[in-house]
């Protein structure tokens, strides 16, 4: 059996309104799936789009990534945080609670824009490090600043320094590529 068609179980943190947990669901129709985020907003758009279209296996909620609930231990076979892991401004507490999540065979998908850690290598990338930079200072930045003594990473962060993170706090980088028309980088991790 490979790996996906032992998934049973999966979650999506910080899913906003539902996207990839939507298409998640058509592509794991027999999945429990779970889209959470801290918004109100987004999760309230979440379950009337899905139940608009009729999806039957995703269950929205509203958690905080650093506080999920006790009786998820070991829960889920794979975990996503899409466009999610810059933003957060206690990215070390979150990433403890992914792990209390994750079965210990599970694998957690990290992607996030493709940045160089060291702006000056980002210099001549007018596709992707331009807009990303003008988006970060309005949106992820704030984000990431949002409690005392938070991150303030954004996406300015950069590829090589959410590696270095990734790998120091006990993460095994099984993967790591370009996604999205390489907007994106992703690594796959696993339990070390
Ligand atoms: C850039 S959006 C990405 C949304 C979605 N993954 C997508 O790709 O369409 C980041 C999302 O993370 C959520 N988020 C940020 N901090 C969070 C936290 N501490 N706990 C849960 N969700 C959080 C935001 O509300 C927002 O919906």
């Not at 129709?29 to 279209?53: C, L």
């Not at 892991?85 to 507490?93: K, S």
Request: charged share 25%.
């Amino acid at each position: 059996m490979t790996f996906a068609q032992n998934i049973k179980s999966i979650l999506d943190i910080g899913s906003g309104a539902g996207v990839i947990a939507r298409a998640l669901s058509r592509r794991f129709p027999d999945a429990d799936i779970y889209a959470v985020d801290y918004s109100d907003i987004a999760i309230t758009k979440g379950i009337e789009i899905a139940n608009t279209i009729g999806i039957k296996n995703i269950t929205f909620l509203k958690e905080n990534i650093t506080s999920m609930p006790a009786d998820w231990t070991h829960k889920f076979d794979w975990v996503i945080l899409y466009d999610v892991l810059h933003d957060l401004p206690d990215h070390v507490n979150a990433m403890k609670e992914v792990k209390r999540v994750l079965k210990d065979t599970g694998v957690v998908s990290i992607s996030d824009p493709d940045i160089h850690s060291n702006h000056r290598d980002n210099v001549g990338d007018t596709n992707n490090a331009g807009v990303c930079y003008a988006l970060s200072t309005l949106i992820c930045l704030p984000c990431s600043m949002s409690i005392d003594g938070g991150a303030g990473h954004g996406i300015g962060w950069g590829t090589e320094e959410r590696e270095a993170f990734l790998k120091s706090s006990g993460w095994n980088v099984k993967d790591k590529r370009n996604i999205g028309g390489d907007m994106s980088c992703n690594f796959t991790c696993a339990k070390e």
